[in-house]
């Protein structure tokens, strides 16, 4: 018995002695868990300020990139995928016999799933392709061009062939293919030589480009010269700049776009006396944005809505904006389109004009005899309203003002591209040639014209007032020299 109950003790001890080890390591565990749960705790409160942190950079890059691109708003009848309701498809018609010039047959001899000869065709389908012919050899003219004396001027006089310019041995056809694939396919001089090598075999020189293109700018000044009339002569004028680069210098791009012609110039400066200039005698409305300088300007002007209501959105987006302008940017946004939607139901030039003074009443109300608190708020109530209130409605008493300055932005993003590919001008003779060569064919473009049906046409009329200035060597020269 004592044996046993000595055995007993022991293992009694035994359990115990596990049983003190096992409770120690629980606190230890217990203590690591505590440990485990505080530094949880930490990484939870971390990750709820990352959020915070990420929600508030979200809000301020939002706000970025609506100030740098325009936000794409839904428009009407954009519910649905595919094309526009009305949209005309375009389906390439069947030629005709006589438009075919070319013909193949595609025949098989083997099967081409088990190899097996094939005899005679079973049936005969037919499909058209267009293709182009490359590359195409260069037409070399051989011109003989007869002398006169004249019996009245006592002058030597000579035929100038109809495809040539001046002392150029290239054709016309050569001029518009460089004229497009500078300013419409946005090419290069070193790609322009290429593909006229590649398409044509027509080597030219490095500075061969540019010699076309400033003869292209002599022939198309008097055109120039219209587009500046027609703009001044419009009822209304679209104005906008942004910059452009000469010889690493900071330079401008003015664009003025009427509905029939778009005029460019490049200057050195950003200042009031570049429209007053250019738009010296007109007396329509200017179209423009918010930019001060052309508040100078003696004519009735219209500042684009859209800059507006732009500006108070994004402060009304900023992070913690107050709840003045949030109010003001709803009152604004709702007044505009009050003001468009009885716009267009009014049909005499008086209820236009009634309804100008009206909406300008309800205008005031938002600035007259008031301040905000809110800093943002109050500027827009100083400069935008404050002291441009008489620009911002001027759309209500005409049938075709615009409320917006859209299509002078639309006339400058093709210059805006070209900066991009080219970098800008090198001189301020090329400066001069982007600016009269991309006006003449903005204007054709936007009339709806051929531009390769219209420059020969221009080139032709250009001879014709410039004989000798453009004529080559002895086409006109005095008998006594």
């Not at 949209?87 to 030629?95: I, S, T």
């Not at 292209?216 to 910059?243: M, N, P």
């Not at 800008?424 to 531009?451: C, D, P, Y």
């Amino acid at each position: 018995m004592n044996d046993l109950a000595t055995q007993y003790w022991h293992k009694i001890c035994e359990l115990e002695k596990k049983l003190n080890e096992a409770l120690k390591r629980i606190n230890v565990l217990e203590g690591e868990l505590a440990e485990e749960r505080r530094k949880n705790a930490i990484l939870t409160r971390r990750v709820e300020e990352l959020e915070e942190e990420n929600r508030r950079l979200k809000g301020q890059g939002k706000s970025l990139k609506e100030m740098i691109f325009k936000k794409r708003t839904k428009q009407e009848g954009e519910n649905r995928r595919g094309a526009e309701k009305e949209h005309k498809a375009f389906f390439r018609r069947k030629p005709k016999e006589e438009e075919i010039n070319n013909e193949t047959e595609a025949t098989l001899k083997q099967c081409p799933s088990c190899d097996s000869e094939l005899g005679s065709p079973y049936s005969w389908n037919e499909r058209y392709s267009w293709d182009i012919p490359i590359p195409m050899e260069p037409i070399i003219s051989r011109h003989r061009i007869a002398q006169y004396r004249c019996g009245s001027c006592n002058e030597w006089v000579q035929g100038v062939p109809k495809n040539l310019v001046g002392k150029s041995p290239f054709g016309i056809n050569v001029m518009m293919y460089v004229l497009h694939q500078k300013y419409r396919g946005r090419a290069t001089d070193e790609h322009i030589r290429e593909s006229l090598k590649f398409l044509y075999q027509l080597e030219i020189g490095e500075g061969t480009a540019h010699t076309i293109l400033n003869r292209c700018t002599e022939l198309f000044g008097s055109s120039y010269e219209g587009i500046k009339q027609a703009i001044r002569e419009g009822k209304h004028v679209h104005a906008d700049e942004t910059g452009w680069r000469v010889e690493g210098e900071n330079w401008y791009t003015w664009g003025f776009t009427n509905p029939k012609a778009v005029l460019y110039t490049i200057e050195n400066t950003r200042g009031h006396g570049i429209p007053q200039k250019i738009l010296k005698d007109f007396k329509g409305v200017v179209v423009r944005d918010g930019y001060q300088g052309y508040d100078t300007l003696p004519n009735e002007q219209q500042i684009c809505l859209i800059h507006l209501l732009r500006k108070t959105k994004e402060g009304a987006e900023m992070e913690k904006a107050s709840g003045e302008i949030k109010r003001l940017h709803e009152q604004l946004k709702s007044l505009v389109t009050e003001a468009r939607e009885k716009h267009t139901k009014c049909r005499t030039k008086q209820e236009r004009i009634n309804l100008h003074d009206e909406m300008q009443l309800k205008l005031g109300l938002l600035w007259q005899n008031r301040t905000y608190e809110d800093k943002y708020a109050e500027i827009i109530r100083t400069w935008w309203l404050e002291r441009r209130h008489h620009y911002l409605l001027t759309f209500l008493k005409y049938k075709d003002v615009p409320w917006e300055n859209n299509a002078a932005e639309r006339a400058l993003r093709p210059m805006v591209i070209h900066r991009k590919v080219s970098g800008g001008s090198r001189s301020q003779r090329g400066a001069e040639r982007q600016a009269i060569n991309m006006s003449v064919i903005a204007t054709l473009i936007k009339q709806g014209k051929s531009i390769f049906t219209e420059i020969p046409l221009i080139f032709e009329q250009a001879k014709k007032e410039n004989y000798k200035k453009l004529s080559p060597n002895l086409t006109c020269y005095s008998a006594n020299s």
